[in-house]
C-alpha cells in the first residue's frame, strides 16, 4: 500500500520565523505536488516537482524533491499571517495514470 | 477558463434521499477525479475517468455510491440512499494527461444528511 506521510500535522508558528514541513513516501516517484487548502476553500496547486532535485519558490515558499530519500520539503520562511492554511503533498505512482496519493495535511498557524 | 465547476455548493437531504452531485471539467482536460473529505478520513479518491471511461473505482464506499460520464463536459456522482455518515465535502478535479499534470480541483460540493 502506498503511504505519504507528512509531518508535523499540526503547525504554530510565529510571524517572521522559519519552519519546513516534511513528506514522505513509499514508492518509487519522481512526481511530487504541493497543495494549500484555505479552511472552507478547495484545494489550490503550488507546486509541481518532476525530478530528483528539483526546487521551485514562490514568495515565502520554496519546495523541494529528493527521490532518493523519497522525500520532500516545503520550507517556509519568515511567515507572515496569511500563510496560514492546510499544506498537502500528494505523488503519483508511476503506471497508474493520473491518480494521486495526497498526505494527511500540515495544517499551519501562523501567529502575529 | 472557468475552472471546474460544481453544483450544488451546498447540499442538505434526509437520510434515505438520493442525493445527485454534479461536475463540470474544465475544457480538454481528460481526466477527472472524484474525491471526499472529512475530518476524521482526510481526503479519499472515490473514482476517476479517463476520456469519460472510468478507470478506478476502488475507492467508492458501497454500492449506494455511483458514477456517471456521459461525455467530456459532465460528471455526476449519485448516493442513493443517503446516510447521515456520507456527510463531507465532494470535490471534483479534472487534469490534462500525461507525465506531471497537476489536478485542478472544483469549489466543491458540502453535503448534509440529516
Known amino acids: 500500500e502506498l503511504k505519504v506521510e507528512q509531518n508535523p500535522l499540526f503547525l504554530s508558528m510565529q510571524e517572521g520565523k522559519n519552519y519546513t514541513i516534511y513528506c514522505n513516501y513509499s514508492t518509487t516517484s519522481d512526481r511530487l505536488y504541493w497543495y494549500r487548502q484555505d479552511p472552507g476553500k478547495s484545494l489550490e496547486s503550488l507546486f509541481v516537482?518532476?525530478?530528483?532535485?528539483a526546487v521551485k519558490q514562490e514568495g515565502r515558499l520554496m519546495a523541494s524533491l529528493d527521490t532518493k530519500a523519497r522525500l520532500s520539503t516545503l520550507h517556509i520562511t519568515a511567515a507572515v499571517h496569511d500563510l496560514s492554511a492546510t499544506y498537502f503533498c500528494?505523488?503519483?505512482?508511476?503506471?497508474?495514470?493520473?491518480?494521486?496519493?495526497f498526505g494527511t495535511g500540515t495544517s499551519l498557524t501562523v501567529i502575529p | 477558463d472557468a475552472g471546474v465547476i460544481q453544483s450544488p455548493r451546498h447540499e442538505v437531504t434526509e437520510m434515505g434521499q438520493e442525493v445527485t452531485l454534479r461536475c463540470k471539467p474544465i475544457s480538454g482536460h481528460d481526466y477527472l477525479f472524484w474525491y471526499r473529505q472529512t475530518m476524521m478520513r482526510g481526503l479519499e479518491l472515490l473514482i476517476y475517468f479517463n476520456n469519460n471511461v472510468p478507470i478506478d473505482d476502488s475507492g467508492m464506499p458501497e454500492d449506494r455510491f455511483s458514477a456517471k460520464m456521459p461525455n467530456a463536459s459532465f460528471s455526476t456522482l449519485k448516493i442513493q440512499p443517503s446516510e447521515p455518515r456520507d456527510s463531507a465535502v465532494y470535490f471534483c478535479?479534472?487534469?490534462?494527461?500525461?507525465?506531471?499534470?497537476?489536478?485542478?480541483f472544483g469549489p466543491g460540493t458540502r453535503l448534509t444528511v440529516l
Open positions: 500528494a505523488v503519483d505512482k508511476r503506471n497508474t495514470g493520473n491518480q494521486f496519493y
Open positions: 516537482l518532476l525530478s530528483n532535485g
Open positions: 478535479a479534472s487534469s490534462f494527461p500525461g507525465w506531471g499534470n497537476e489536478q485542478f
